[in-house]
Structures are given as C-alpha cells and as structure tokens.
C-alpha cells in the first residue's frame, strides 16, 4: 500500500479576496472597510456592557498601536 502525498499550498489572503471580487480592488477594500466599521461598532458596544471586573480591569481598545518595525 503506497501513500499519497498531498501538496498543500498556501494561499494568499489578497489574491482569494481580490478572487471572491472578480479582481475588483476598490469594490474589495470598500467591503473591507465597511466590515472594519462594522467590528469596531460591535467592540464599542460590548466594551459599554463589559464588567471591568469581568476582565480583571483590562478593556478593549479599538486604537490600533503598530509593534516596532511593523508596517501598516
């Protein structure tokens, strides 16, 4: 009995999302951005109905801080 060897590729996030717009970038960032107001929206509402006691004092910030040497 032989065994088969699959090759699994990784795919690129951008290409697939670019892919699933028919290569439509601005109709793809303009999906991506409302998605983003969407999130943000949702994080501004638990964060009003979270118990700080909940998380031991910790809340979710929606301002994004680049890591050293990260890009954006």
Known sequence: MSAVRAEISEIDPVDEILE??????????????AQCN???????????????GLTRGWRPNADRRLEQ????
Do not use: K, P, Y
């Not at 970038?25 to 303009?30: D, K, L, S, V």
């Not at 969407?38 to 700080?52: P, R």
């Open 20 to 33: 699933a717009f028919r290569g439509d970038a601005r109709a793809a960032i303009a999906d991506i951005l």
């Open 38 to 52: 969407h999130l943000h929206d949702q994080l501004e509402l638990v964060s009003a109905a979270m118990s700080t």
């Open 69 to 72: 040497g990260e890009e954006l």
